[in-house]
């Protein structure tokens, strides 16, 4: 079993509106211990620790209003570049907006950026579908 104990964290946890300082003890892929007393008496050469230093510990983040690139202006950016950035930030999800070029209207653009975030993401993408043709506030 590998374990990882992550000492002196600042923990969030918005679930418990919870702010507190102190420890968080992960086995395989489960928190097994979290808070002031979640470090073993004994750590183990098996335990990889993580000294946090106060850095924060907190579920993922979600952005719920990402611009892209892709598809059509890739040279500013691609929906793969995008995801690295996020991961990078601490962001595990995103919403990529419409108003790419072209706009995402059309049922082949919303699965184009979902094959494209499987794919190429390091974190979720979910594309968010324009409501009129074009971006041109017209009903279709």
Do not use: W, Y
């Amino acid at each position: 079993m590998n374990a990882t104990l992550f000492r002196n964290a600042r923990l969030i946890d918005p679930a418990t509106d919870s702010d507190t300082k102190g420890d968080l003890l992960v086995e395989g892929d489960k928190i097994v211990a979290i808070g002031a007393k979640a470090a073993p008496a004994k750590i183990g050469a098996d335990m990889e620790v993580i000294e946090c230093d106060g850095l924060v510990l907190s579920p993922g983040l979600i952005d719920l209003r990402v611009v892209t690139g892709e598809p059509g202006a890739e040279h500013k950016e691609t929906l793969g570049t995008a995801s690295q950035s996020a991961a990078a930030g601490g962001v595990t999800s995103f919403v990529v907006m419409p108003d790419t070029d072209p706009v995402i209207d059309e049922h082949t653009l919303v699965d184009f950026i979902k094959r494209r975030g499987r794919a190429r993401g390091e974190v979720h993408m979910r594309p968010a579908g324009a409501l009129t043709k074009g971006l041109d506030g017209k009903h279709m």
